[in-house]
Nanobody, 120 residues
Framework: QLLESGGGLVQAGGSLRLSCAAS????????MAWFRQAPGKERDFLAA????????YYADAVKGRFTISKDNAENTVRLLLSSLKPEDTAVYYC???????????????WGQGTQVTVSS
């Protein structure tokens, strides 16, 4: 089970840190990722991290603004959102898979999502 937290309302230019806590062990073969989905749009890839070595992958649209990280001891993956824009408003989802796929179909486990709203 994956449980996201940390969403909320923030002004443009602000920052938020999202967390995704996994119940049970995350195997070293796992890849943890973050996606987001705005109303009426597809679920878009944001970032992924390999649990084994911490290698990270980012969508071009968020590279330099969003940072993914992991905490092995707490079985948690985080996403730091910086320089937020109103167009970043969406539900943000955590996912678990086995490869850093940029398409949501590549992931088998999902959290329930956390809402991020950026006001102008």
């Amino acid at each position: 089970q994956l449980l996201e937290s940390g969403g909320g309302l923030v002004q443009a230019g602000g920052s938020l840190r999202l967390s995704c806590a996994a119940s049970g062990r995350i195997f070293s073969s796992s890849v943890m990722a973050w996606f987001r989905q705005a109303p009426g749009k597809e679920r878009d890839f944001l970032a992924a991290i390999r649990w084994s070595n911490g290698r990270t992958y980012y969508a071009d649209a968020v590279k330099g603004r969003f940072t993914i990280s992991k905490d092995n001891a707490e079985n948690t993956v985080r996403l730091l959102l910086s320089s937020l824009k109103p167009e970043d408003t969406a539900v943000y989802y955590c996912a678990k898979g086995t490869s850093p796929d940029h398409h949501y179909s590549g992931y088998t486990k999902w959290g329930q999502g956390t809402q991020v709203t950026v006001s102008s």
